[in-house]
């Protein structure tokens, strides 16, 4: 069973940066997409990214630019860098995961296809 541990959350000015990190743990083989998705208070949960096993990464359109996500070589950590941060960046930070039997060519964006999430981790921005 894969599971998820975030890190890196804290507080940040305006303009400033943070790296969140994930390590993935418990699985076999790496047919999984993984993602980060974000949650602001009185907000729905919304995607960041989404990381496939061979590469593929789709950003969110507010974070384009400003957010890049990798892994290690070892594909046992996602890392999501976020440089210039502003005030609507505030949210708990989660990474997830879901297991695919077959490869469509591309990660779903909906949370609700993931099946393993970490704790979430939060980031605040703000001056």
């Known amino acids: 069973q894969v599971q998820l541990v975030e890190s890196g959350g804290g507080s940040v000015q305006p303009g400033g940066s943070l790296r969140l990190s994930c390590v993935v743990s418990g699985y076999t083989n790496r047919n999984f997409c993984m993602g980060w998705f974000r949650q602001a208070p009185g907000k729905e949960r919304e995607v960041v990214v989404t990381?496939?096993?061979?590469?593929?990464?789709n950003y969110e359109e507010s974070v384009k630019g400003r957010f890049t996500a990798s892994e290690d070589n070892e594909k046992t950590t996602l890392y999501l860098h976020m440089n210039s941060l502003k005030p609507e960046d505030t949210a708990v930070y989660s990474c997830a995961a879901y297991v695919f039997r077959g490869w469509t060519g591309y990660c779903s964006r909906t949370s609700l296809n993931y099946h393993y999430w970490g704790r979430g981790t939060q980031v605040t921005v703000s001056s």
């Open positions: 990381a496939s096993p061979y590469g593929h990464l």
